[in-house]
C-alpha cells in the first residue's frame, strides 16, 4: 500500500512531497519557504520511462502570520472558511461547507502544462503550543490520473505549484487568502500555551485565549491543586449571516477521569458585528480540581 512508510518528518518551513507509482516506487520533492506564507515544491528526481498512475502525497507545517509577521488570530483563520461544524468525542470537526465529496478536484501545474487529478480526504490541523505562533498542520493525498510520457517532468528539478482545491475555502492570513485544500479541520486547543495577553482581532473581538496558572501548561498538585483558566470568546461569520459570539455561562464535562475535560460555550447571536463589539466579549472564569499532571482541557468552539 502507499504512504505505509513514507512519510516524512515535518519540519518549520518545510515539507515533503512524495510520489508513488503503481509498483510502489517514490520520488522525493522538497518543499522551500519562498516567502512568507509561500512555499515552493521543487521535484528533485522522477523516472518518466512509462505511464503509470502515481499518488502524490502533500505534508507541510506552516506559520500562521498576519500583517507585520504577527501571530494570526484565531479568528482570522476561522472566519474566512464557510463551515459546518460537528462536536465528537470532545473535539470540535469543522467540515468545509464545499467539501461535501469524499473527492475533490487539483491541478498541478509545470512548465505551462496542467496535470488533473482526484483527490482523496486531506486533513489540517491548527497546532498551539506554549504560547508561541500558531502552526497550520496540513496532510494532503490524491491519486494523480494516467498521464503520458511526454508530459510528465523531466530529471532535473522543476518548481510546480501546490494544489488548488475548494476555491471557495480559504484560510485567511493577514489580507491574503490560501486555498485550503483539504476535507475538514480538527481544532483541540489543550492546555500547553502559557499565560499571555488576549489576541486582539481587527474590529475589538478577541480570540480564544486559555491562560493556566501553572508553570509550563502542566498541573502541579502540590504547589496549586486548584487552577483557573480565562476563557475569551469567538465568533465565526461569513459576512452575511448574524455573527456569533461565545458569551458568559460554560459547562465542563469530564471526558476522560483523570486526564481530559470538556469546556462548552454557549452562543450568543449579534445581528450586527458592531453590537457585538460594543458589547466586548465576557471573560469566563473556569475553576476544576486538578488531578494529575496530564489534566488537559479540550475547548468546544461552538
Known sequence: MPFTDKQTALR?????????????????????????????????KIQPD??????????????????????????EILKACECKVNFSDGKTVIT?????????????YRAGKKFVGSAGKGSA????????????????????????????????????ATPLVNENVKILVGETAYPVTCESFE???????????????????AGIVVQER???????PDAEKRATFDVWGVYLGNGTDPIVVDASGPTMTVVEPGSRYKITLPRVTYTNVSDAVQDGIVVD??????????????IEIW
Open 12 to 44: 518549520i518551513g518545510t515539507s515533503s512531497l512524495v510520489l508513488v507509482d503503481a509498483e510502489d516506487i517514490s520520488y522525493s520533492v522538497k518543499t522551500d519557504k519562498a516567502g512568507r506564507n509561500i512555499y515552493r515544491n521543487t521535484i528533485s
Open 50 to 75: 512509462r505511464v503509470v498512475r502515481r499518488y502524490i502525497e502533500l505534508s507541510f507545517k506552516m506559520p500562521l502570520c498576519g500583517r507585520g509577521d504577527r501571530v494570526a488570530t484565531h479568528l
Open 96 to 108: 468545509p461547507t464545499t467539501g461535501s465529496s469524499d473527492t475533490v478536484q487539483f491541478e498541478l
Open 125 to 160: 490541523k491548527i497546532e498551539i503550543k506554549s504560547g508561541n505562533i500558531p502552526y497550520l498542520n496540513y496532510t494532503f493525498t490524491a491519486l494523480i490520473q494516467d498521464i503520458q510520457d511526454a508530459d510528465l517532468p523531466d530529471e532535473a528539478p522543476e518548481a510546480i
Open 187 to 205: 481544532l483541540d486547543f489543550g492546555l500547553d500555551v502559557k499565560p499571555r495577553a488576549a489576541i486582539t482581532a481587527p474590529g475589538g473581538i
Open 214 to 220: 501553572v508553570v509550563q501548561g502542566k498541573f502541579n
Open 285 to 298: 472564569e473556569i475553576q476544576f480540581e486538578a488531578t494529575g499532571v496530564d489534566d488537559e482541557f479540550t
